[in-house]
T-cell receptor
Framework: QKEVEQDPGPLSVPEGAIVSLNCTYSNSAFQYFMWYRQYSRKGPELLMY????GNKEDGRFTAQVDKSSKYISLFIRDSQPSDSATYLC???????????FGTGTQLKVEL | SQTIHQWPATLVQPVGSPLSLECTVEGTSNPNLYWYRQAAGRGLQLLFY??????ISSEVPQNLSASRPQDRQFILSSKKLLLSDSGFYLC???????????FGDGTRLSIL
């Protein structure tokens, strides 16, 4: 079993849709949870950063962590074509130290 | 504000040639620095990380090495490249507290 699992997609949605991206993990020591957005041929860009269980909202993005079920979600409201990218979840035991990346979910938002 | 620079953006090298990729960070002191490789369809694989000048930890035994000659400079090297060294190489930094990593725009390395 991989330590972090993501559905690779691609996930194709119409503009304006609500998108749900998910990760599962196996390491119960993970305390910090990050979502990165990666455009083609670019480095990952930090999107959301949360600690422990709960929700965090930033504009159109909401990150949700359920440590009891080891499940991480990223919701995108009113999706735009500019949201088309690969989304990587990256939990960590200690914040800025070693991250464990999922393989990423490719999202395509169509006009 | 902090910025991270990687160069070159693209590199094509023959098998058996040496490699040197450079990464520099501006706007912060004593950052943690990281080298990752991203292969197609796979997640980011941590290769090396450094918590200070001259301090390098290797995560994966391989044909590569890393050095940190200055506080904000991180170099990835190889004496002889293999075909399997092809990939997208990413440098990242973080502060030493509970803060996330920030990535450069990477170097796409092709070995012929």
């Amino acid at each position: 079993q991989k330590e972090v699992e993501q559905d690779p997609g691609p996930l194709s949605v119409p503009e304006g849709a609500i998108v749900s991206l998910n990760c599962t993990y196996s390491n119960s020591a993970f305390q910090y949870f990050m979502w990165y957005r990666q455009y083609s041929r670019k480095g990952p860009e930090l999107l959301m950063y949360t600690y422990s269980s709960g929700n965090k909202e930033d504009g159109r993005f909401t990150a949700q962590v359920d440590k009891s079920s080891k499940y991480i979600s990223l919701f995108i409201r009113d999706s735009q074509p500019s949201d088309s990218a690969t989304y990587l979840c990256a939990p960590s035991e200690g914040g800025g130290n070693k991250l464990t990346f999922g393989t990423g979910t490719q999202l395509k938002v169509e006009l | 504000s902090q910025t991270i620079h990687q160069w070159p953006a693209t590199l094509v090298q023959p098998v058996g040639s040496p490699l040197s990729l450079e990464c520099t960070v501006e706007g912060t002191s004593n950052p943690n620095l990281y080298w990752y490789r991203q292969a197609a369809g796979r997640g980011l694989q941590l290769l090396f990380y450094s918590v200070g000048i001259g301090q390098i930890s290797s995560e994966v035994p391989q044909n590569l090495s890393a050095s940190r000659p200055q506080d904000r400079q991180f170099i990835l090297s190889s004496k002889k490249l293999l075909l399997s060294d092809s990939g997208f190489y990413l440098c990242a930094w973080s502060v030493q507290e509970d803060q996330p990593q920030h990535f450069g725009d990477g170097t796409r390395l092709s070995i012929l």
